[in-house]
């Protein structure tokens, strides 16, 4: 198929991004018929990502699967302020780690880190046993399912948990609401049901001077700061105009 013809195809799609879909999904194609396909499901909705298979992300390639949270490019912020300052031999946890998409960059930032990851589905699971070193991703609810000899001993704790308010799903774009498992997206009332259990199990894997790292939305910002403080953190707020990013860092006096 032509490439201004594929762009044309996308654009009236709706695809906001028509060059740079165009290009993944010609260099993702082996041949025009498997191109003609991916275009055809794109056209119907699916997300770029499960059509190629991978999410770029912070140079990364991250493996996706269908119904597993999609990286989004505002989570480098956490990744960056994560890697700030850690070591080769530290340990890290990816906690609600979906592909794992945020433990395997700050692999990349960070050789030789000791990178652990856990989810609650399944399917997340399976998908960030490919993108991390799968002896090291499990599943389970939050803390539950990590090895009790990280008590204490985590540096760093990213965390990016559902933080979208029960009431606010029906108002995503499809894409989102239509692909991605609903406990990937549901914050409860507030959103901030899952950081509620985050925040409350923290101080028992963090390592003295440890960092717990959340991401959230600029207003509920305030709210995440508002859990740490309670809990004996000290919060900051961080915000990462590069990717338009907010992430709450606490730190383990
Ligand atoms: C917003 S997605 C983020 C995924 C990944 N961290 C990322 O940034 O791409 C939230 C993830 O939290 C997981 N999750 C929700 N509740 C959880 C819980 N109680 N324990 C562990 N994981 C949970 C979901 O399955 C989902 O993969």
Redesign the pocket.
């Known amino acids: 198929m032509p490439y201004a013809e594929l762009v044309a195809t996308l654009r009236s799609a709706g695809c906001v991004f028509a060059e740079d879909e165009a290009r993944v999904l010609t260099e993702a194609a082996r041949d025009d018929a498997e191109l003609a396909a991916m275009l055809a499901r794109r056209v119907a909705g699916e997300p770029l990502e499960l059509v190629v298979g991978f999410a770029a992300f912070c140079g990364l390639r991250i493996a996706v699967a269908p119904g597993?949270?999609?990286?989004?490019q505002r989570?480098a912020a956490?990744v960056r302020a994560a890697a700030a300052g850690l070591s080769s031999g530290e340990v890290a946890v990816?906690?609600?780690?979906?592909?794992?998409?945020?433990g395997a960059a700050l692999l990349a930032a960070v050789p030789g880190l000791e990178v652990y990851a856990?989810?609650?589905?399944p399917d997340?699971v399976a998908c960030a046993r490919r993108n991390l070193p799968a002896e090291r991703v499990f599943l389970?609810?939050?803390y539950s399912?990590l090895p009790d000899g990280l008590r204490g001993r985590v540096c760093v704790l990213?965390?990016?948990?559902?933080?979208v308010p029960t009431d606010d799903i029906a108002l995503m774009p499809p894409e989102a609401r239509d692909h991605?498992?609903r406990?990937?997206?549901d914050g409860g009332t507030d959103g901030l049901d899952?950081q509620r259990?985050v925040v409350a199990g923290a101080t028992d894997w963090l390592a003295p001077g440890g960092r717990l790292l959340i991401?959230t939305s600029a207003a509920q910002s305030s709210r995440t700061a508002g859990l740490m403080t309670a809990a004996g953190l000290a919060a900051e707020v961080v915000r990462d105009e590069d990717v338009d990013g907010t992430v709450v860092v606490g730190t383990l006096r």
């Open positions: 597993v949270f999609v990286p989004r989570s956490l990816d906690l609600c780690c979906g592909t794992g998409a945020l856990a989810d609650v589905d997340a389970g609810d939050l399912a990213v965390v990016n948990a559902p933080y991605e498992h406990v990937a997206l899952v259990g991401e």
